[in-house]
C-alpha cells in the first residue's frame, strides 16, 4: 500500500511540474527535482529520474505547443540544433567535473535581474502597441548552445536561461513558450543520451509515474498558455524567474529548502 501511494505522489510531482513548464516555459527540472528530493530521494537518484521523464514529457509538451501555433519555426530550429550540441557537452563536462555546481550562483543572479527586468517591461507593456520581432540566429545560436550547457552541466536552466532571454528582446511570449518547449526534447535527448553513455544508470521504475503525471499535464498546459493574456503571462514568466534564482542562490548561501 505504501508503494502504491508513493507512485500515486510522483504522479502528482509529474504533473505539478509539467504544469509549470507547459505553461510558463520553464521549471520542470527544478520543481520534479525539488519535489523528490523533498520526500527523499538521493541528489543523484533524483538527477537521473528527471532527465529521463523529460525525454517524454518534453515531446508531449512540444508537440501540444506545435498544434495550437504556440511555435515559431525558426527560432524553433536554432534553439534545438545548438541546444543538442551544447547539451552533449555539458553533461558530458558534469560528469568529469565534481563541482560544475558552482555555476547555478552565477547564472542565477543574471537570471534574477532579467525577471525584474521582464516584470518591468510587461507592466509598462501596451499589448496594442506592442511590435514582437523573431530575433536573429546570431542571437538564437549562441542562446540555445548556453542554455541547453547550462541546464546539463548545472542542472538545470535551459527554460529559465532560453525563455526569458527571448522575452527581453521582444519575442512574443507565446511564441517563445512554446518555442523553448519543443526544443526542450532534442536538448533534452542529446543530454540523457550523454548521461546513460556515461553513467549508464536510472531508477526506471520511479520515472515511468513521473512521466504518466507529465504526459496528463503537458496538453493542458499548452492549452493554458494559448489563452493567457500576453502582458499577464510575461509578468508570469518574471516572477517564476525570480523565485527560481532566489531559491538557488539562498541554497548556494545554506539555506536548505524542501519545496
Same mark, same amino acid.
Given at each position: 500500500m505504501e508503494k502504491i501511494l508513493r507512485y500515486i505522489l510522483i504522479v502528482l510531482f509529474g504533473f505539478i511540474a509539467q504544469m509549470v513548464d507547459g505553461s510558463l516555459g520553464m521549471g520542470y527540472g527544478v520543481t520534479s527535482t525539488s519535489l523528490l528530493l523533498s520526500v527523499g530521494f538521493s541528489t543523484a537518484l533524483a538527477s537521473?529520474?528527471?532527465?529521463?521523464? *523529460?525525454?517524454?514529457?518534453?515531446?508531449?509538451?512540444?508537440?501540444?505547443?506545435f498544434k495550437l501555433g504556440n511555435v515559431d519555426k525558426k527560432i524553433f530550429k536554432y534553439l534545438a540544433v545548438s541546444g543538442v550540441i551544447g547539451g552533449a557537452l555539458g553533461a558530458y563536462l558534469s560528469v568529469k567535473l565534481q563541482n560544475a555546481a558552482i555555476i547555478?550562483?552565477?547564472?542565477?543572479?543574471? @537570471? @534574477?535581474?532579467?525577471?525584474?527586468?521582464?516584470?518591468l517591461k510587461n507592466i509598462r507593456l501596451d499589448i496594442s502597441e506592442t511590435n514582437y520581432k523573431v530575433p536573429r540566429i546570431r542571437r538564437l545560436a549562441p542562446l540555445g548552445f548556453f542554455a541547453a550547457f547550462v541546464d546539463a552541466i548545472g542542472g538545470g536552466?535551459?527554460?529559465?536561461?532560453?525563455?526569458?532571454?527571448?522575452?527581453?528582446?521582444?519575442?512574443?511570449?507565446?511564441?517563445?513558450?512554446?518555442?523553448?518547449?519543443?526544443? *526542450?526534447?532534442?536538448?533534452t535527448l542529446s543530454i540523457s543520451i550523454t548521461f546513460f553513455l556515461t553513467l549508464q544508470k536510472i531508477d526506471f521504475a520511479s520515472a515511468v509515474p513521473l512521466?504518466?503525471?507529465?504526459?496528463?499535464?503537458?496538453?493542458?498546459?499548452?492549452?493554458?498558455?494559448?489563452?493567457?493574456?500576453?502582458?499577464?503571462?510575461?509578468?508570469?514568466?518574471? @516572477?517564476?524567474?525570480?523565485?527560481?534564482?532566489?531559491?538557488?542562490? @539562498?541554497?548556494?548561501?545554506?539555506?536548505?529548502?524542501i519545496f
Open positions: 537521473s529520474i528527471v532527465h529521463f521523464s *523529460e525525454i517524454f514529457t518534453t515531446f508531449a509538451s512540444g508537440i501540444s505547443h547555478r550562483p552565477f547564472v542565477s543572479g543574471i @537570471l @534574477l535581474m532579467m525577471g525584474v527586468l521582464i516584470i536552466g535551459w527554460g529559465p536561461i532560453a525563455t526569458p532571454s527571448l522575452i527581453i528582446t521582444n519575442t512574443h511570449p507565446k511564441k517563445a513558450i512554446g518555442s523553448v518547449n519543443f526544443a *526542450e526534447f532534442f536538448v512521466i504518466i503525471g507529465g504526459l496528463i499535464a503537458a496538453p493542458i498546459a499548452a492549452f493554458m498558455t494559448r489563452k493567457i493574456n500576453h502582458k499577464k503571462l510575461g509578468i508570469f514568466v518574471g @516572477l517564476i524567474v525570480i523565485l527560481l534564482s532566489m531559491r538557488t542562490i @539562498l541554497k548556494s548561501a545554506g539555506i536548505d529548502f
